[in-house]
C-alpha cells in the first residue's frame, strides 16, 4: 500500500459530509464546498465542472477494435455498448422525472455539478442519480484515459511531476498497476492532482471517483470493475492491468487536462 496515498484525507472529507448532513445544510452548499476545496485556479474549476450530461452515448475517441489484444472489441461491446449505455440511459431517465423534487432541483446542471449535488445524500432517488452520473463521468474520462498508440514512458509536463512526487517513472508505475490490481471488489484506479498541485494515485470503490471522494482533478483512470477485464483476462486482473498501463495509456490526455489546470 502506497503510504503517500491521502486515506486519512478521505476519511476527513467523509467526516466532513457528514457532519454537514447532520448539520441540514443543503446539497448546494455541500457541492459549492466541494468546488471550493479543489483551491484550483478558477478557470480550472470551469473546466473540471461544465460537463454537459450527453443526451445519447458519444462516440468512442477510436474505433472498437483499435485497442486489441489489450481491450478486445468484444470487451469494448459489452463495456461501452451495454455497462456505459446502462448508465447513462438510467441517469436520463431519473433526471427527466417530472414527479421527483430531486431531480427537477437538477435541471441544467452540469454533470459534475449534478455528482457534487447528489454525493452521500440520503434520499434514495439523489444516491442512484449519485451513482449514474459517476459512471457516466467515470466511463467517458477513461475512453480517453486510452489510446491504441499509448502507454509506455511519458513526456510533457507530467514527466516531470512524476519524477518529483515518485522519484522515478518505473516506481509510479508499480505503485499505479499495485493500487488497480488491489483495489477490492468493483472501482477505479486514478492519477490526480492535489491542491498542491502534486501528482497522486488514488483507488476509489464502486461509483466514486477523483473528484467527488479526494477533491482532485483527475488526470487519467483505470476501470478495474470485472466488465473491464472478464471476458478477456478472467481473474487476472494483474495482467490486464499491466497491459493498459504499457500499451495503452493516454499520456497526452493527461498533459492536456494540465494544459487546462494552467490557463
Ligand atoms: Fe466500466
Redesign the pocket.
Known amino acids: 500500500m502506497n503510504q503517500d496515498l491521502p486515506v486519512s484525507q478521505a476519511e476527513e472529507h467523509r467526516s466532513a459530509f457528514n457532519r454537514r448532513d447532520f448539520l441540514g445544510i443543503t446539497a448546494a452548499t455541500v457541492a459549492v464546498a466541494a468546488v471550493g476545496d479543489l483551491a484550483l485556479p478558477k478557470q480550472a474549476y470551469a473546466a473540471a465542472m461544465s460537463t454537459p450530461i450527453p443526451a445519447t452515448l458519444p462516440d468512442l475517441p477510436w474505433p472498437d477494435s483499435a485497442l486489441a489484444p489489450v481491450i478486445s472489441a468484444n470487451t469494448l461491446s459489452f463495456?461501452y455498448g451495454k455497462?456505459?449505455r446502462g448508465y447513462l440511459t438510467n441517469l436520463n431517465a431519473l433526471l427527466a422525472d417530472e414527479t421527483s423534487r430531486v431531480a427537477q432541483k437538477l435541471k441544467g446542471k452540469s454533470l459534475e455539478e449534478v455528482m457534487f449535488a447528489t454525493y452521500k445524500r440520503m434520499d434514495h432517488t439523489a444516491v442512484k442519480i449519485y451513482r449514474n452520473a459517476a459512471?457516466v463521468f467515470?466511463?467517458d474520462f477513461?475512453w480517453k484515459s486510452l489510446s491504441p498508440t499509448g502507454g509506455g514512458e511519458p513526456g510533457g509536463e507530467i514527466a516531470g511531476m512524476i519524477n518529483s512526487a515518485f522519484g522515478d517513472f518505473n516506481t509510479f508505475k508499480t505503485m499505479l498497476i499495485d493500487m488497480a490490481t488491489n483495489q477490492f471488489g468493483t472501482g477505479w484506479a486514478w492519477v490526480a492532482i492535489d491542491n498542491r498541485k502534486k501528482i497522486k494515485i488514488l483507488g476509489t470503490n464502486d461509483a466514486d471517483n477523483s473528484l467527488t471522494l479526494h477533491r482532485m482533478v483527475p488526470l487519467l483512470t483505470i476501470?478495474v470493475?470485472e466488465?473491464?477485464y472478464y471476458l478477456d483476462y478472467q481473474n487476472l486482473r494483474k495482467n490486464h492491468v499491466t497491459a493498459v498501463v504499457d500499451k495503452l495509456l493516454n499520456w497526452e490526455f493527461a498533459n492536456q487536462n494540465l494544459a487546462n489546470l494552467n490557463r
Open positions: 463495456h455497462h456505459h459512471q467515470n466511463h477513461y476501470d470493475w466488465h473491464a
